[in-house]
């Protein structure tokens, strides 16, 4: 079974702060990881696509892999209220599907 | 570009209905299309992978004579929710992927039907 693993939340954060999402996959093997935003009652938004150990910066947003650890992250610096989603986690297993993490609930605190 | 359109945005029906929900790629050819099914508070859950012209591929666990997918041509989709109860009520999302959808967009998601069966 492959899975992909988040902290639900809540996580709350002051604005102007750092939040840290986090996600850890179970398949070694998997090569394309993905961080969604989704809101309420919304369909997913893509925000950062990731393959290659390291770091990735897109503005206020940097996502981190380590293979060796199975284990992918997601900065959002300046955090303003217009951030407070839900975001979810999506790895490829190598066959063309996306398997969603749970999503962690974020909320910026004015 | 690359926009898929879903529809209806939100329906209500009774019990024993059939629901149709379509997806649509307004402005590429969709080779696959992918039909999630997600309940309050959970993940995206996919339901079924469906190649245009081809049966549908079912996860485990979803009935596919409940569930009735079709993808008859390249733009269109459609999930029907066959006899509805209300344990169906949930929100339900499609996305589609082309021969070129790249890397960083494998695929683009519609905007979400919110079914609720009294």
Redesign the interface.
């Known amino acids: 079974q492959k899975e992909v693993e988040q902290n639900s939340g809540p996580l709350s954060v002051p604005e102007g702060a750092i939040a840290s999402l986090n996600c850890t996959y179970s398949d070694r093997g998997s090569q394309s990881f993905f961080w969604y935003r989704q809101y309420s009652g919304k369909s997913p938004e893509l925000i950062m696509s990731i393959y290659s150990n390291g770091d990735k910066e897109d503005g206020r947003f940097t996502a981190q892999l380590n293979k060796a650890s199975q284990y992918v992250s997601l900065l959002i610096r300046d955090s303003q209220p217009s951030d407070s989603a839900t975001y979810l986690c999506a790895v490829y297993f190598g066959n063309e599907k996306l398997t969603f993490g749970t999503g962690t609930r974020l909320t910026i605190i004015p | 570009g690359a926009v898929v359109s879903?529809h209806p945005s939100w329906v209500i029906c009774k019990s024993g209905t059939s629901v149709k929900i379509e997806c649509r790629s307004l402005d590429f050819q969709a080779t696959?299309m992918?039909w999630y099914r997600q309940f309050p508070k959970?993940?995206?859950?996919?339901m079924a992978?469906s190649n245009e012209g081809s049966k549908a591929t079912y996860e485990q666990g979803v009935e596919k004579d409940k569930f009735l997918i079709n993808h008859a041509s390249l733009t269109l989709s459609t999930l029907t929710v066959t006899s509805a109860h209300p344990e169906d009520s949930s929100?339900y999302?499609c996305s589609a992927?082309s021969r070129e959808s790249n890397?960083?967009?494998?695929?683009h998601?519609?905007?979400?039907t919110?079914l609720s069966i009294l």
């Not at chain 2, 890397?103 to 695929?107: D, F, I, K, T, V």
């Not at chain 2, 998601?109 to 979400?112: Q, R, S, T, V, Y």
């Open positions: 879903q696959t992918f959970q993940s995206l859950m996919l992978t929100f999302i992927s890397s960083n967009q494998p695929q998601f519609g905007d979400g919110r």
